[in-house]
């Protein structure tokens, strides 16, 4: 049996990587952005960002104070697990006390702070089931100054793949500065109105950089990316060459008279961290 403890070290130990340290795909898109930038102050923020990741973690410190909510994605295999919610649960709790990191969750209409990052329906917890042998957790730490750009459209069929890309291009040029550009743009397609937003976040796991292997999606990714880096916003809003270092997309069938299309904003920090755990 995977047991509760095991199961809330692991959290503790995602959170505390996906908040410090940002991955390699990430940290090379930022990269490759500095090397074709040729506005001063463009060029001067992602020298910055560079510079506080590798602060971040040399100093083993979070790499945002905006420490975000914590959203969860599992994939539970053929183990026998003990309560995983539970073991969720402390283990973001341990991580909120002992990294430390910054208390966010409050009630959406007192205002207050629960003060463990943990609350009613929080954090989500999003499960699919896998043929395996094992139980799959994965931490998604979502900043708020992205997510209140986040967008949604229930579009009619007939908009079609060109109404997809203007939504999502016209959603990201909106937030211009807010979401700390570059960002990183989710995009779920289909479902209801509530899974093409959950598509989007998920979108948010693949690796920045690589292009969907289904080539209409992956077309439609480079042409939105294409766009939205032609309106010059640049890192921070301030201008420049790259506004978003990816697009990725996820699709789900969906009802015959609807196209949910949601938008799903990351700042630069496009963080997150996965492990495996096997039934001992």
């Not at 410090?20 to 102050?41: P, Q, R």
């Not at 690796?207 to 032609?230: C, F, S, T, W």
Request: net charge negative; with cysteine.
């Amino acid at each position: 049996m995977i047991t509760k403890d095991t199961i809330r070290d692991t959290v503790y130990e995602l959170y505390k990587k996906a908040v410090i340290v940002l991955g390699e795909d990430v940290k090379k898109s930022l990269e490759d952005a500095l090397k074709i930038e040729e506005h001063d102050l463009a060029r001067l923020n992602i020298e910055a960002i560079l510079k506080n990741i590798e602060l971040a973690e040399e100093k083993g410190i979070p790499m945002c104070q905006d420490t975000g909510l914590p959203v969860v994605f599992v994939k539970l295999g053929n183990v026998e697990v003990e309560d995983l919610q539970g073991g969720i649960e402390e283990g973001i709790k341990k991580a909120t006390s002992e990294i430390p990191i910054r208390p966010n969750i409050v009630d959406p209409l007192t205002r207050e702070n629960t003060n463990i990052n943990v609350g009613d329906y929080i954090p989500p917890i999003d499960i699919e089931l896998i043929d395996e042998d094992y139980l799959e957790i994965t931490i998604l730490p979502k900043g708020f100054g992205s997510e209140n750009n986040n967008a949604m459209k229930m579009a009619l069929p007939a908009e079609g793949i060109e109404g997809i890309k203007k939504f999502v291009v016209e959603s990201v040029l909106k937030a211009k500065g807010k979401p700390c550009p570059p960002t990183v743009i989710g995009v779920g397609i289909g479902g209801t109105s509530d899974l093409c937003l959950k598509l989007g976040k998920k979108a948010l796991l693949g690796k920045v950089g690589e292009r969907n292997p289904d080539p209409q999606l992956a077309k439609l990714e480079q042409e939105i990316l294409d766009e939205i880096n032609a309106s010059g916003i640049g890192p921070m809003g301030l201008g420049g060459k790259t506004t978003s270092l990816d697009v990725k997309i996820l699709k789900a069938h969906t009802h015959t008279a609807g196209l949910p299309v949601g938008v799903c904003v990351q700042c630069w920090a496009d963080r997150h961290a996965t492990g495996k755990i096997y039934d001992e």
